[in-house]
Structures are given as structure tokens and as C-alpha cells.
Nanobody
Framework: VQLVESGGGLVQAGDSLRLSCAAS????????MAWYRQAPGKQRELVAT????????TYADSVKGRFAISKDYAENTMYLQMNNRKPEDTAVYYC?????????????WGQGTQVTVSS
């Protein structure tokens, strides 16, 4: 499975932005997907998760009510709609997939996309 993020950029506080994560390869082996982010000097943190069917989602407290994770099954693409952006949302955003292998579940990562929010 390969993951490619897109949609990052520079936005002003309060603006909206949508990130995309296109999955390719053996996508049928994807168990769940998620968005993480890492700000300069900080550890990578979980932002939102979605199950393989899209039936269940979770969010970090810091983004609840502002961000929405979704998945287009037909396009094998996951999205993160980010509304009411804040300067503290500035980070590199990473797409993650939990891929079922023969005897384990492996984490697969995209290359990351930079999102910068100016105040």
C-alpha cells in the first residue's frame, strides 16, 4: 500500500483547507486510516481516525468540531476537512494506514504535507 498526501499550504486563521490522501496498491488490506500531525519541536500526534468502512470516526479534543475526516471508497481517498483553522494547527500532516499482513498489522505512512496557518 502506498499513500500520497496533497492539499497543504498557507492559510489564514479562520480559513478552511482540505487535505487528501490517495491510497494505491493492495488497498483491500487497509484496516483503518488516520491523520497525524507533527509541529516543529513536538511529537507526532493523532488528529483523527476512520475505520475501513467509514462507519466510525474519532478526533483529538483539539480539533473536535473543526475538523472532519472522511473517505471516498470508490476513489480510495481519505480527506481531512479543516475549518476555522488556528495558528496552533500549523504542522506537517501525515496520512496513516493500518495494513493487514499475514501475521501482523503494519503502519504505512505518506510523505507528509505542510500546513501553515498565519494569524
Amino acid at each position: 500500500v502506498q499513500l500520497v498526501e496533497s492539499g497543504g499550504g498557507l492559510v489564514q486563521a479562520g480559513d478552511s483547507l482540505r487535505l487528501s490522501c490517495a491510497a494505491s496498491g493492495d488497498t483491500f488490506r487497509i484496516n483503518a486510516m488516520a491523520w497525524y500531525r507533527q509541529a516543529p519541536g513536538k511529537q507526532r500526534e493523532l488528529v483523527a481516525t476512520i475505520t475501513s468502512t467509514g462507519g466510525s470516526t474519532t478526533y483529538a479534543d483539539s480539533v473536535k468540531g473543526r475538523f472532519a475526516i472522511s473517505k471516498d471508497y470508490a476513489e480510495n481517498t481519505m480527506y481531512l476537512q479543516m475549518n476555522n483553522r488556528k495558528p496552533e494547527d500549523t504542522a506537517v500532516y501525515y496520512c496513516n494506514a493500518r495494513v493487514l499482513e499475514l501475521f501482523r498489522v503494519a503502519d504505512t505512512w505518506g510523505q507528509g504535507t505542510q500546513v501553515t496557518v498565519s494569524s
